[in-house]
């Protein structure tokens, strides 16, 4: 994974340094900086550290950016969201340990610094690098649990009725092909591959027996280690 | 109160469906689209204000158990300017903000708002609804501040096209199912509808008038 980030970082810079003095924008019939609406899909991959154990799982979801475009730069504000199951997730929570397996939400938003590059392989699309801090709220209801893996009523109903979350914060890192087009109503594609860490700073055990009206019934910075490396592979396009 | 928040609910949805009703089988000589303007600052701080106004008094009606056990002015002092993550469920975040948001979404273009600026309005309003009238109740939520404009376009954009299609097909179904997914193609400030008549000029080549009302 370090080598990775080392490569990924490398790879950027060079990107950035040679095309510095660029000034080619991304939509070749834009006189002016225009706002930008894109959305598209995920698959991800994320690897989580809990405590003492780590665990994969993969999942998919949705991505929406809200940007401000110059010629070159673009700053946006993002959203990344995907659902995926879990397995083997372990938590400290009021000093009592709860692990097990269950379904997992995420979603994630943060400020994000775009650069459109003059590079690319093909004349129709440009590579661009983005960075920005990331803000995400996971979501985990267990369908079961280790220490009571066989059914009983009271377990049943503490697994139905509960929810755990944890908040996190981290960092966002995406290199991505944008189609380069007169303008944005002709709706461009784009593909990037994401890479975000994340580290929990506060956990809660959230009451939804009342899906109208949820509580939270207990909640805590967190002492335990949770920390998440996830991938993501999104391909989409420009709504307006 | 709940069952006079459904009474209200069901009173508002048939009022639409008879509305709808009534447009679709009345005569039509025009089509509808939509049509882009610039507006003064009045225009935007009235239309900004209206809507505050009608969420100032729904929101008591549509969350009467809420605002009754977790609203209060001492409340509304701790949450000024907080933003948290809510922990609600995915209907919420996913499905009836962002549907709220669409209906936000077409409102303004309705009143004749481009794309991305109807997502700015959406945004603004949306926001002033969160940090002005829901804090009453709870903090501001990043989900609902984000997903309310932004998914609401989306999903808006998705109504604006079906609507659209629905409403200028000759059928009083479709149009009924047209109005009711975009109800402001309803209200007086609807901008769009546009009447498209032949003509002949002076040198006898055909051609399309075409007048919109403002």
Same mark, same amino acid.
């Given at each position: 994974?370090?080598?990775?980030?080392?490569?990924?970082?490398?790879?950027?810079?060079?990107?950035?340094?040679?095309?510095?003095?660029?000034?080619?924008?991304?939509?070749?019939?834009?006189?002016?900086?225009?706002?930008?609406?894109?959305?598209?899909?995920?698959?991800?991959?994320?690897?989580?550290?809990?405590?003492?154990?780590?665990?994969?799982?993969?999942?998919?979801?949705?991505?929406?950016?809200?940007?401000?475009?110059?010629?070159?730069?673009?700053?946006?504000?993002?959203?990344?969201?995907?659902?995926?199951?879990?397995?083997?997730?372990?938590?400290?929570?009021?000093?009592?340990?709860?692990?097990?397996?269950?379904?997992?939400?995420?979603?994630?938003?943060?400020?994000?610094?775009?650069?459109?590059?003059?590079?690319?392989?093909?004349?129709?699309?440009?590579?661009?690098?983005?960075?920005?801090?990331?803000?995400?709220?996971?979501?985990?209801?267990?369908?079961?649990?280790?220490?009571?893996?066989?059914?009983?009523?009271?377990?049943?109903?503490?697994?139905?009725?509960?929810?755990?979350?944890?908040?996190?914060?981290?960092?966002?890192?995406?290199?991505?092909?944008?189609?380069?087009?007169?303008?944005?109503?002709?709706?461009?594609?784009?593909?990037?591959?994401?890479?975000?860490?994340?580290?929990?700073?506060?956990?809660?055990?959230?009451?939804?027996?009342?899906?109208?009206?949820?509580?939270?019934?207990?909640?805590?910075?967190?002492?335990?280690?949770?920390?998440?490396?996830?991938?993501?592979?999104?391909?989409?396009?420009?709504?307006? | 109160?709940?069952?006079?928040?459904?009474?209200?609910?069901?009173?508002?949805?048939?009022?639409?469906?008879?509305?709808?009703?009534?447009?679709?089988?009345?005569?039509?000589?025009?089509?509808?689209?939509?049509?882009?303007?610039?507006?003064?600052?009045?225009?935007?701080?009235?239309?900004?204000?209206?809507?505050?106004?009608?969420?100032?008094?729904?929101?008591?009606?549509?969350?009467?158990?809420?605002?009754?056990?977790?609203?209060?002015?001492?409340?509304?002092?701790?949450?000024?300017?907080?933003?948290?993550?809510?922990?609600?469920? !995915? &209907?919420?975040?996913?499905?009836? %903000?962002?549907?709220?948001? +669409?209906? /936000? #979404?077409? =409102? *303004?273009?309705?009143?004749?708002?481009?794309?991305?600026?109807?997502?700015?309005?959406?945004?603004?309003?949306?926001?002033?609804?969160?940090?002005?009238?829901?804090?009453?109740?709870?903090?501001?939520?990043?989900?609902?501040?984000?997903?309310?404009?932004?998914?609401?376009?989306?999903?808006?954009?998705?109504?604006?096209?079906?609507?659209?299609?629905?409403?200028?097909?000759?059928? !009083? &179904?479709?149009?009924?199912?047209? %109005?009711?997914?975009?109800? +402001?193609? /309803? #209200?007086? =400030? *609807?901008?769009?509808?546009?009447?498209?008549?032949?003509?002949?000029?002076?040198?006898?080549?055909?051609?399309?008038?075409?007048?919109?009302?403002?």
């Amino acid at each position: 994974m370090n080598k990775f980030l080392i490569l990924l970082t490398t790879a950027t810079f060079i990107l950035v340094y040679s095309n510095v003095l660029s000034a080619r924008p991304l939509f070749l019939g834009m006189e002016k900086e225009q706002l930008v609406l894109r959305g598209g899909v995920n698959i991800v991959g994320t690897k989580a550290f809990t405590g003492k154990q780590s665990t994969t799982f993969p999942g998919a979801g949705v991505n929406t950016q809200f940007g401000h475009l110059w010629k070159k730069w673009e700053v946006i504000i993002s959203s990344y969201a995907y659902f995926g199951e879990i397995k083997d997730i372990e938590f400290q929570f009021d000093d009592q340990a709860i692990s097990g397996q269950g379904k997992i939400s995420s979603v994630s938003f943060g400020p994000l610094l775009r650069y459109y590059t003059k590079f690319s392989y093909n004349p129709k699309y440009s590579f661009y690098t983005t960075l920005g801090p990331i803000w995400s709220l996971e979501s985990i209801k267990l369908y079961n649990t280790i220490d009571e893996p066989k059914k009983s009523s009271d377990n049943d109903d503490w697994l139905t009725n509960h929810k755990i979350t944890y908040e996190s914060f981290g960092l966002f890192f995406s290199l991505g092909l944008h189609e380069r087009t007169k303008r944005k109503e002709e709706h461009p594609l784009f593909y990037e591959l994401a890479y975000t860490y994340q580290r929990a700073h506060h956990i809660s055990y959230v009451d939804i027996t009342n899906r109208a009206k949820v509580k939270v019934l207990n909640h805590q910075q967190t002492r335990q280690f949770i920390t998440g490396h996830t991938i993501y592979l999104s391909v989409g396009i420009t709504i307006f | 109160m709940l069952k006079l928040t459904t009474k209200l609910l069901c009173a508002i949805s048939l009022l639409i469906l008879a509305t709808s009703v009534a447009q679709a089988f009345a005569k039509q000589d025009y089509r509808y689209e939509y049509v882009d303007r610039d507006h003064t600052f009045q225009e935007k701080k009235n239309l900004v204000g209206s809507l505050y106004l009608i969420s100032l008094a729904v929101y008591p009606l549509t969350q009467w158990d809420t605002f009754k056990d977790d609203g209060s002015f001492r409340n509304y002092k701790n949450n000024l300017g907080k933003i948290v993550f809510d922990k609600d469920e !995915p &209907i919420w975040n996913w499905i009836i %903000h962002p549907y709220a948001g +669409s209906q /936000l #979404f077409l =409102f *303004y273009r309705a009143n004749g708002f481009s794309r991305i600026n109807s997502l700015a309005m959406s945004f603004i309003s949306s926001a002033l609804f969160e940090f002005t009238i829901e804090i009453y109740t709870e903090p501001a939520s990043v989900q609902d501040l984000y997903q309310t404009p932004i998914l609401g376009a989306l999903i808006g954009i998705g109504l604006e096209e079906a609507s659209l299609a629905l409403l200028n097909l000759n059928n !009083p &179904i479709a149009k009924v199912v047209g %109005h009711i997914l975009n109800p +402001s193609t /309803l #209200f007086w =400030f *609807y901008e769009g509808k546009v009447m498209i008549s032949p003509t002949v000029d002076n040198k006898k080549r055909p051609g399309l008038f075409l007048t919109a009302e403002f």
